[in-house]
């Protein structure tokens, strides 16, 4: 099994990366974020790697962090999500948005990544509920709020929170990392709106 590639970038596709290895060309299938953290052609690179093989084939997918081949395998997991869509949200959401999409079970932000349908996204956010992997590289403010509201699944109250103040311009990490402390000395049952002002507040201070 191949687990890490480290060589040369050779060439660089629409959504895949040909890695040169001392002389052996491999192709990774890889996300677009993935492909864009990749340095120029001739430049040194490094793939974490997940290899799946079927009867009919042998492909690689290469991955520029261990969080994002993590929850590549997560999402694989679900029923309906394949390769290419688990390589679409993965596009689409870095680790720590899905992390934080899965904690507010929020079936809309998953919905935004390609050839997920309400239903998918829905199977997503319950089905990996309380799955997010633990790696430290995932944002503090994500982890905090999971910690805060235990079993990693906001209630509604929260998950509006955090839409509000994404909806004035912040981050979803910030919102998340606010929301976090708020909820940790307010509670998970606070109301929507001083949950917004609370988290204003964390915000500004």
């Known amino acids: 099994m191949i687990g ?25 299938y890889c996300s677009a974020r993935t492909l864009q953290t990749l340095p120029q052609v001739g430049e040194a690179a490094v793939l974490f790697i997940e290899m799946i093989v079927r009867e009919d084939m042998i492909r690689l997918y290469g991955f520029a962090t261990e969080a994002e081949q993590k929850w590549f395998k ?9 390769a290419r869509v688990a ?3 993965l596009s689409t959401l870095s680790p720590s948005e899905l992390t934080s999409a899965i904690a507010l079970q929020d079936k809309a932000m998953v919905g935004r990544a ?32 999971q910690s805060a509201l ?5 209630g509604g109250n929260v998950a509006d929170a955090v839409s509000a103040l994404v909806n004035l311009g912040y981050g979803q990490a910030q919102a998340s990392a ?17 949950l917004i002002r609370l988290g204003l507040r964390e915000l500004s201070s």
């Not at 890490?4 to 990774?28: F, M, N, P, R, S």
């Not at 235990?150 to 906001?154: T, V």
């Not at 402390?181 to 001083?194: L, N, P, Q, S, W």
């Open 4 to 28: 890490k590639l480290k060589g040369v970038v050779e060439a660089l596709g629409e959504d895949i990366a040909l890695i040169d290895v001392h002389g052996v060309v491999y192709e990774a």
């Open 150 to 154: 235990g079993e990693g699944a906001a």
């Open 87 to 89: 390589l679409g949200t």
């Open 74 to 82: 997560l999402l694989m997991t679900v029923q309906g999500v394949g």
């Open 178 to 194: 606010a929301l976090a402390a708020v909820v940790g000395r307010e509670g998970a049952d606070t109301a929507t709106e001083k």
């Open 114 to 145: 390609p050839g997920v349908g309400p239903k998918l996204a829905q199977r997503i956010v319950t089905e990996l509920k309380g799955k997010a992997p633990a790696i430290g590289a995932l944002d503090a403010g994500v982890i905090g709020l």
